[in-house]
T-cell receptor, first 113, second 113 residues
Framework: GQQLNQSPQSMFIQEGEDVSMNCTSSSIFNTWLWYKQDPGEGPVLLIALYKAGELTSNGRLTAQFGITRKDSFLNISASIPSDVGIYFCAGQAGGTSYGKLTFGQGTILTVHP | ETGVTQSPTHLIKTRGQQVTLRCSSQSGHNTVSWYQQALGQGPQFIFQYYREEENGRGNFPPRFSGLQFPNYSSELNVNALELDDSALYLC????????????FGPGTRLTVL
C-alpha cells in the first residue's frame, strides 16, 4: 500500500529555534494534513492543505502542500517547551480512498528550555 | 461543542477473546473512522462508517468489524484476538463532505496477553 516517509525521525532543539520536518510519498495525494500527538492522547489536527502549492499558517506553524502533490512540509518558528510531542503527516488520495488517511511514522520533537 | 469520546480507556484481554470498543463522534459529525496505532508507529486505517454502513476499509482481516448507530456513534469489534492486536485504537469523526478533515478521540489502549 501507500507509504509516507517522514523525516527526521526525531529532533532535539533549543527553545526559540525554528523546526522543519517533511513528508514524501510515492504517489499523489489530494489532501495533506499535519497532526500533533501528546503521550496518552489522540492526534490533534494542526493544519489541513487542499491545493498543490498551498501555504497555510496556524500561529507559529506553517505548512506547505508540495507542487508535485507528493510531499508536504511543516515549519515551527520560535519553538517553546509545549511544542514537545510527536508530529505526524497524513495524506488522502481521493477517489475510492476518500476519507482514508495514510500516516507517516512521525517526528519526535524534544525542546530543551 | 463536544469532542470525540472513546471507551474504555484501557483494556486487557487474552488471546482468542473478543473485544468491543466504543466511540461517540464530535457533535454534528456523521462519519466515523477507526485506526490502529502500534507502539512507535503512525495510525493505520481500519475502516470508515457513514450512514450506518462500512464505507472504505484498510488492510485488516474480517475479524475486525464495526457498527455505526443512528446517533452516529460507532463500535469496533475484534474477534479471535491475537498478540499483535495490542495497540492504541483511535476513533476519528468528520463531516461527510469533509471526510479528510478528521478529529480524533483519545483512544483505547488494548493489551492482548
Amino acid at each position: 500500500g501507500q507509504q509516507l516517509n517522514q523525516s527526521p525521525q526525531s529532533m532535539f532543539i533549543q527553545e526559540g529555534e525554528d523546526v522543519s520536518m517533511n513528508c514524501t510519498s510515492s504517489s499523489i495525494f489530494n489532501t495533506w494534513l499535519w497532526y500533533k500527538q501528546d503521550p496518552g492522547e489522540g492526534p490533534v489536527l494542526l493544519i489541513a492543505l487542499y491545493k498543490a502549492g498551498e501555504l497555510t499558517s496556524n500561529g507559529r506553524l506553517t505548512a506547505q502542500f508540495g507542487i508535485t502533490r507528493k510531499d508536504s512540509f511543516l515549519n515551527i518558528s520560535a519553538s517553546i517547551p509545549s511544542d514537545v510531542g510527536i508530529y505526524f503527516c497524513a495524506g488522502q488520495a481521493g477517489g475510492t480512498s476518500y476519507g482514508k488517511l495514510t500516516f507517516g511514522q512521525g517526528t519526535i520533537l524534544t525542546v530543551h528550555p | 461543542e463536544t469532542g470525540v469520546t472513546q471507551s474504555p480507556t484501557h483494556l486487557i484481554k487474552t488471546r482468542g477473546q473478543q473485544v468491543t470498543l466504543r466511540c461517540s463522534s464530535q457533535s454534528g459529525h456523521n462519519t466515523v473512522s477507526w485506526y490502529q496505532q502500534a507502539l512507535g508507529q503512525g495510525p493505520q486505517f481500519i475502516f470508515q462508517y457513514y450512514r450506518e454502513e462500512e464505507n472504505g476499509r484498510g488492510n485488516f482481516p474480517p475479524r475486525f468489524s464495526g457498527l455505526q448507530f443512528p446517533n452516529y456513534s460507532s463500535e469496533l469489534n475484534v474477534n479471535a484476538l491475537e498478540l499483535d492486536d495490542s495497540a492504541l485504537y483511535l476513533c476519528a469523526s468528520s463531516l461527510s463532505d469533509k471526510r479528510d478533515e478528521q478529529f480524533f478521540g483519545p483512544g483505547t489502549r488494548l493489551t492482548v496477553l
